[in-house]
């Protein structure tokens, strides 16, 4: 399994402000039994705080309200701050602060967005990092795609993961030969979030270029799951 080295947290003003309001504002508002049932709906990946989404959302618009825009050195700071911090609700507001500012990182970000998807994982964060945050970097650098030919070879599951997902909001920009090539690729894993990998990124395909799918659908349905067909297939 590939190891997940720590990363250096670099210096930044805004990372240090954004750090001290967020840790106050949302220790404050914990609920300690909505957060029991929070862990174990989420298979005890973390503690949690106990904040439901509006709550965080609310409070995360009081923590950055008069901030100025992040630049790639900001987001860093304060994506791996966030990470260090044990309650999952400090990793949800640093993927929505990526998603916002994932234009104003560069191909660079690559390695700490990986950093992020194999620390900690599960589907809560590495799907919106995938989604949002490596499709992101992706779309605006497409030489980034060899290095997602090598993710989708990773046995980290996770990393093979955002990779059938990182293209998963690109609709007509979408490089099919990629997407069917991947989930060719991983067919046979025995995984359950890889086979329904498979199958939620060939759906959302499918909304654009719904033929292609089907094609490629019973082309590989001997090669596909059962769980990757019907999720693939669903609203055809």
Not at 10 to 21: G, H, I, K, M, Q
Not at 137 to 161: G, S
């Amino acid at each position: 399994m590939s190891v997940t080295v720590p990363r250096r947290v670099p210096p930044s003003a805004l990372a240090d402000t954004v750090l001290e309001r967020l840790v106050t504002g949302y220790a404050a508002a914990a609920d300690p039994e909505r957060s029991a049932q929070m862990r174990a709906y989420m298979k005890d990946v973390a503690p949690f705080l106990g904040l439901t989404s509006p709550v965080r959302r609310e409070l995360s618009r009081t923590v950055l309200a008069g901030t100025p825009l992040p630049d790639e050195n900001d987001c860093t700071a304060i994506a791996l701050r966030c990470w260090e911090l044990p309650e999952r609700e400090y990793a949800y507001f640093a993927v929505d602060y990526l998603r916002r500012h994932v234009k104003r990182c560069t191909s660079g970000f690559l390695p700490v967005a990986r950093h992020l998807v194999t620390t900690r994982p599960w589907w809560d964060t590495v799907d919106a990092l995938a989604a949002h945050v490596v499709g992101g970097l992706v779309a605006a650098d497409p030489a980034l795609r060899r290095d997602m030919d090598a993710w989708i070879e990773d046995e980290n599951l996770w990393v093979a993961r955002t990779a059938l997902l990182h293209q998963l909001r690109h609709k007509s920009a979408t490089d099919t030969e990629r997407l069917f090539a991947y989930c060719a690729r991983q067919s046979g894993h025995p995984d359950f979030f890889i086979r329904k990998a498979i199958g939620w990124c060939l759906r959302e395909y499918a909304k654009t270029d719904p033929a292609a799918v089907r094609a490629f659908v019973e082309r590989e349905r001997g090669r596909l799951s059962p769980l990757s067909v019907r999720e693939a297939l669903k609203n055809l």
